[in-house]
C-alpha cells in the first residue's frame, strides 16, 4: 500500500519562531497532497490542498501567510507554521493521494504533534 | 450544505462480538464513502472505499454497507477484538470536492 511519512513526529518550539513539517510520499508521486489539523477529540479540518508545482489553495479561515505550503515535486510538500503563537499547537497531518490506483484514496502522514510554549 | 454524521458516544463491546458503526449523511448521495482508522496520537489509516452504486464491500472481518435510501453507511467488524479498538472515521467525496470527515466514533474491545 501508499505510504506517506511525516517529519518531525513531535516538535516543541517557543511563541514567535517558525516552524517546518515535510510531507513525503515514500513509494508512489503525489499529484496532491492535503494538509489537515486535528485538536483534541475533533474531526479532522482540511486547512488547505496542493498540486505539485502550484500554490495551495486555502480552505476558509485558514491564514496562507501564517501556514506556508510549498509542493515542489510529486513527493515532497512542506507546511511552515510562521510566527507560531500557543493557539497553534495542534496536531497536524498531511495525506496524499496520486496517479493510478492511489486515485481515490488519501493515504495520510503519522501526523506532526506541534506544541507552542 | 452536506453534513456528516457520527454517533460520538464511545462503543463499548466485548471481545468476539460483532462492532457496528454507523456514518449517516444530510443530503445528497456522496460518489463514495470511505473508512478510516485512527490511533490515539497517529493520522488515520485506510480500511475500505464503497461507491454509491456498490450496497456491500468486505474486506476480512470488515464490511461496509452503503444505503442511499437511509442516507447511511454502516461499518461492521465481525468477531471484534481489543486490538481493534481505536476510532473509526467515516469520510465522503463528492465528485471533486475534498474529503470531508465525521468526528469519528471510539469503539473499546472488551477482553
Known amino acids: 500500500g501508499a505510504v506517506v511519512s511525516q517529519h518531525p513526529s513531535r516538535v516543541i518550539c517557543k511563541s514567535g519562531t517558525s516552524v517546518k513539517i515535510e510531507c513525503r510520499s515514500l513509494?508512489?508521486?503525489?499529484?496532491?497532497m492535503f494538509w489537515y489539523r486535528q485538536f483534541p477529540k475533533q474531526s479532522l479540518m482540511l486547512m488547505a490542498t496542493?498540486?505539485?508545482?502550484?500554490?495551495?489553495?486555502?480552505e476558509q479561515g485558514v491564514e496562507k501567510d501564517k501556514f506556508l505550503i510549498n509542493h515542489a515535486s510529486l513527493t515532497l510538500s512542506t507546511l511552515t507554521v510562521t510566527s507560531a503563537h500557543p493557539e497553534d499547537s495542534s496536531f497536524y497531518i498531511c495525506?496524499?493521494?496520486?496517479?493510478?490506483?492511489?486515485?481515490?484514496?488519501?493515504?495520510f502522514g503519522p501526523g506532526t504533534r506541534l506544541l507552542v510554549l | 450544505s452536506q453534513k456528516i454524521e457520527q454517533n460520538s458516544e464511545a462503543l463499548n463491546i466485548q471481545e468476539g462480538k460483532t462492532a457496528t458503526l454507523t456514518c449517516n449523511y444530510t443530503?445528497?448521495?456522496?460518489?463514495?464513502l470511505q473508512w478510516y482508522r485512527q490511533d490515539p496520537g497517529r493520522g488515520p489509516v485506510f480500511l475500505l472505499l464503497?461507491?454509491?452504486?456498490?450496497k456491500e464491500k468486505r474486506k476480512e472481518r470488515l464490511k461496509v454497507t452503503f444505503d442511499t435510501t437511509l442516507k447511511q453507511s454502516l461499518f461492521h467488524i465481525t468477531a471484534s477484538q481489543p486490538a481493534d479498538s481505536a476510532t473509526y472515521l467515516c469520510?465522503?467525496?463528492?465528485?471533486?470536492?475534498?474529503?470531508?470527515f465525521g468526528k469519528g466514533t471510539m469503539l473499546l474491545v472488551s477482553p
Open positions: 513509494d508512489f508521486q503525489a499529484t496532491t
Open positions: 469520510a465522503y467525496k463528492s465528485g471533486y470536492s475534498t474529503l470531508t
Open positions: 464503497i461507491r454509491e452504486n456498490e
Open positions: 496542493s498540486n505539485e508545482g502550484s500554490k495551495a489553495t486555502y
Open positions: 443530503n445528497y448521495s456522496p460518489a463514495y
Open positions: 495525506s496524499a493521494i496520486g496517479g493510478g490506483g492511489y486515485q481515490e484514496t488519501q493515504y
